[in-house]
């Protein structure tokens, strides 16, 4: 099961996402961080996901693979629909430079709360992160990573 540690964000980052959860308290917004680091092997079965017939996998044994990582057991519509275009270590969240989160309302989750995210968006921006929000395909509201950190790093030592 993935982390929610922010000790498991490269430090970099890690400071751009206390300084992101501080400036949405400061806007009102409080902030659940439900996936920092994830491993490789969950990456993989998340990208399974909506993918079956290409893997050749049933949902049975998706279900098993899911089950063995502390992930709930999806249901036919769930499986049916991609939640990643990312293999693994091809997301951020492998290398700790991402994270997902979801605005809380009344101390629960509230997914559909589309302002909250523009407002986190925009936050986001002002502390050097990257909202996958506003991406052109595969808008992702929960997700927001450090793309300068992760070139500076991971790419200069490719």
Known sequence: MASRKLEDLHPITREKVQAFLRLANENGI?????????????????????RLEKFGITLEE???K???LGLWKLSEKEAKRKVTNARAWQSFHQYGFA???VPLSAGKPDWSNKEAYQTLGQIAKQVGLEWSGEWKRFKELPHFQDTD?????VKRGK
């Open 30 to 50: 409080d902030v659940l961080i439900y996936c920092t680091y994830r491993s490789p092997e969950e990456q993989e079965i998340l990208y399974m996901q909506g």
């Open 62 to 64: 998706l279900n098993e």
């Open 66 to 68: 899911r089950l063995k």
């Open 99 to 101: 994270f997902d989160c």
């Open 149 to 153: 950190t992760y070139t500076k790093i």
